[in-house]
């Protein structure tokens, strides 16, 4: 695979002009690729978030029917776990926001 890159409206193949490639590796591209990686990890930590959002209600449903039996050992349990997940989805979107 041969990398290019555009700058001025004018693509330069590294291959046949690599002194220019330089030109490709200039600040603004890497701030271009930096905001391109943030968006990424924004992206990737909204997904975590749903994933961990989605659990939590998902434990609290379990602990609910098992609610039925107030000597059930593991409910205690079901709802402490169900903070713990709260608590991190509520970092993992202020994680987000701080990414921007």
């Known amino acids: 695979m041969v990398a290019e890159c555009t700058t001025h409206d004018t693509e330069i193949n590294a291959a046949k002009h690599p002194a220019m490639l330089q030109d490709c590796l200039s600040p603004s591209v890497r701030i271009s690729g930096r905001l391109i990686a943030m968006n990424s990890d924004a992206a990737e930590l909204s997904s975590i978030t749903t994933v961990v959002s989605d659990t939590a209600r998902r434990v609290a449903e379990v602990a ?3 609610a ?5 050992p593991v ?17 993992l979107r202020d994680a987000s926001r701080a990414l921007g």
Request: charged fraction near 50%; proline fraction near 4%.
């Open 64 to 66: 609910e029917r098992r």
């Open 75 to 91: 409910i205690n349990r079901l709802y402490e776990i169900e903070r713990a997940l709260i608590t991190a989805e509520r970092r």
């Open 68 to 72: 039925s039996d107030p000597d059930d």
